[in-house]
């Protein structure tokens, strides 16, 4: 599948088929996705493959939606802070490295004929005691990752691109 093809087939998806993904697969996609760029090569961050029983409860515990419910796993995506790259302003990479990472992923796996969901609307201090994450490691985002039960894929609502895309300035009166 061509780039282009892969980022317009790419959706959120909230209901996955009940087919198992082969965690040698899922292991596979996650490893090429570690060819993203990282702010001085640091990838920082750490990625889990959940597919047991006990840690996809753990799961829909931090986030009680019953769709999450459906997918046969879920990656947990931290970020490394103690590995980010610290600009001289003090700001630290560690979640840039892991949303390019996380973008990467999600392409990869639209590649492959599975779908995802960003997830970051979730209980976080639940996950860190759930997963008994240090500080050090902050849970950026639950991406359930599965066959869709649906093959339709839906059309992109986007903002008209002329409210953001600009020449050579960008404009502070519509901010
Ligand atoms: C950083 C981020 C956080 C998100 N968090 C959630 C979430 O907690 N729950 C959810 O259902 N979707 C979540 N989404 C999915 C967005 O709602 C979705 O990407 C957006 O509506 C565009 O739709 P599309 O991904 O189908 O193109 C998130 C997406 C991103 C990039």
């Known amino acids: 599948m061509e780039l282009t093809k892969a980022i317009l087939e790419r959706y959120s998806c909230r209901s996955f088929s009940p087919q198992k993904v082969a965690v040698e697969k899922l292991q596979q996609l996650a490893t090429l996705a570690g060819g993203s760029p990282s702010a001085a090569n640091k990838q920082a961050y750490r990625v889990s493959i959940i597919t047991e029983k006990d840690e996809l409860e753990k799961c829909y515990l931090i986030y009680a939606r019953e769709w999450l419910k459906t997918a046969p796993a879920i990656m947990l995506i931290c970020a490394s802070l103690s590995e980010g790259w610290?600009?001289?302003?003090g700001k630290?990479?560690?979640?840039?490295d892991t949303s390019i990472y996380i973008d990467h992923l999600t392409l990869l796996a639209t590649d492959a004929g599975l779908a995802t969901c960003w997830i970051c609307n979730f209980n976080m201090e639940l996950c860190r005691k759930l997963f008994r994450l240090p500080s050090s490691l902050e849970p950026t985002a639950l991406l359930p990752i599965g066959f869709p039960?649906?093959?339709a894929i839906p059309s992109k609502?986007?903002?008209?691109v002329n409210e953001w895309l600009f020449a050579n300035q960008i404009p502070h009166d519509k901010l």
Do not use: L, P, T
């Open 149 to 151: 039960k649906d093959a």
């Open 157 to 160: 609502k986007r903002k008209d």
């Open 92 to 96: 630290n990479h560690a979640e840039i």
């Open 86 to 89: 610290i600009r001289a302003d």
